[in-house]
């Protein structure tokens, strides 16, 4: 198990147990090839991660908040990375059995009011029942 504090105001209101945690660094690296470069002084640098790819951390246990400090408690038995000062942490929703995103949904309205003619080439959608 290890430990995450954040000093914060806010946390997303969607973050539960039992939820991944993920980490990705943030750190700059100097002379790196990226479309988010900055000029400082006569060195480019670009917010380019030492690790490429977001990082899984491991299955939250537990929350623990105390005005601005929020203790996030993650199992990381299945997880190898070690979370770093200043990286960005993010989290997903997942089935643990099969793998696939839950808790999440989205619905879409197609309205044609052109006189021309038109067509829908595709449309697709994959659906998991999970709130029975």
Same mark, same amino acid.
């Given at each position: 198990?290890?430990?995450?504090?954040?000093?914060?105001?806010?946390?997303?209101?969607?973050?539960?147990?039992?939820?991944?945690? &993920?980490?990705?660094?943030?750190?700059?690296?100097?002379?790196?090839?990226?479309?988010?470069?900055?000029?400082?002084?006569?060195?480019?640098?670009?917010?380019?991660?030492?690790?490429?790819?977001?990082?899984?951390?491991?299955?939250?246990?537990?929350?623990?908040?105390?005005?601005?400090?929020?203790?996030?408690?993650?199992?990381?038995?299945?997880?190898? &990375?070690?979370?770093?000062?200043?990286?960005?942490?993010?989290?997903?929703?997942?089935?643990?059995?099969?793998?696939?995103?839950?808790?999440? &949904?989205?619905?879409?309205? %197609?309205?044609?009011?052109?006189?021309?003619?038109?067509?829908? %080439?595709?449309?697709?959608?994959?659906?998991?029942?999970?709130?029975?």
């Amino acid at each position: 198990m290890i430990v995450i504090q954040i000093n914060a105001s806010y946390l997303n209101v969607s973050l539960q147990v039992g939820d991944t945690v &993920y980490a990705r660094g943030t750190a700059f690296q100097t002379g790196a090839k990226d479309a988010q470069q900055t000029s400082v002084g006569s060195n480019i640098q670009a917010s380019v991660p030492p690790t490429s790819g977001v990082n899984m951390v491991g299955l939250l246990r537990k929350i623990t908040k105390q005005g601005n400090l929020i203790q996030l408690t993650i199992d990381d038995a299945l997880s190898s &990375y070690i979370v770093k000062d200043n990286d960005f942490i993010m989290f997903s929703k997942h089935d643990q059995s099969t793998g696939d995103v839950i808790g999440y &949904y989205a619905q879409a309205k %197609f309205v044609n009011d052109s006189k021309e003619k038109a067509e829908i %080439f595709s449309v697709g959608s994959e659906v998991i029942i999970n709130s029975k």
